[in-house]
C-alpha cells in the first residue's frame, strides 16, 4: 500500500534552516508528481511546493519563493524540503503529497526563539 512518511520537523530560531524529508513507498514514486503542504494551528492546510516527476519542474507559494527548495531523489524513492531564513509564520505541520492523492501522516517544524 502506498506510503509516506515525513521526518525532519524540529524546533529552531528564527533565520534557522531545516531539511524535512519524506520517504515513500508502494507505488512507482518516479511516475508521480509529489508536493509539501503546511497547516499551522487554527488555519486550513495550504499547499508549500510542487516538484515534478522527473525533478526538473518546481513550482512555490509565494510565501517560500527564494527561501524554501524542492527536490527529490527518485533512487531513494524521497522527496525533501530545504527551508532556510525560517520565520515565525512558517510553523506548521508539514504533509507530504503525492499525485496518487495520498498523504503522509506530518511533520511538525516549530521556529521560535
Known amino acids: 500500500q502506498v506510503q509516506l512518511v515525513e521526518s525532519g520537523g524540529d524546533l529552531v530560531q528564527p533565520g534557522g534552516s531545516l531539511r524535512l524529508s519524506c520517504a515513500a513507498s508502494g507505488f512507482t514514486f518516479s511516475n508521480y508528481y509529489m508536493s509539501w503542504y503546511r497547516q499551522a494551528p487554527g488555519k486550513e492546510r495550504e499547499w508549500v511546493a510542487r516538484?515534478?516527476?522527473?525533478?526538473?519542474?518546481?513550482s512555490y507559494a509565494d510565501s517560500v519563493k527564494g527561501r524554501f527548495t524542492i527536490s527529490r531523489d527518485n533512487a531513494k524513492n524521497t522527496i525533501y524540503l530545504q527551508m532556510n531564513s525560517l520565520k515565525p509564520e512558517d510553523t506548521a505541520v508539514y504533509y507530504c503529497?503525492?499525485?496518487?492523492?495520498?498523504w503522509g501522516q506530518g511533520t511538525q517544524v516549530t521556529v521560535s526563539s
Open positions: 516538484i515534478s516527476a522527473s525533478g526538473r519542474i518546481t
Open positions: 503529497f503525492s499525485q496518487l492523492d495520498f
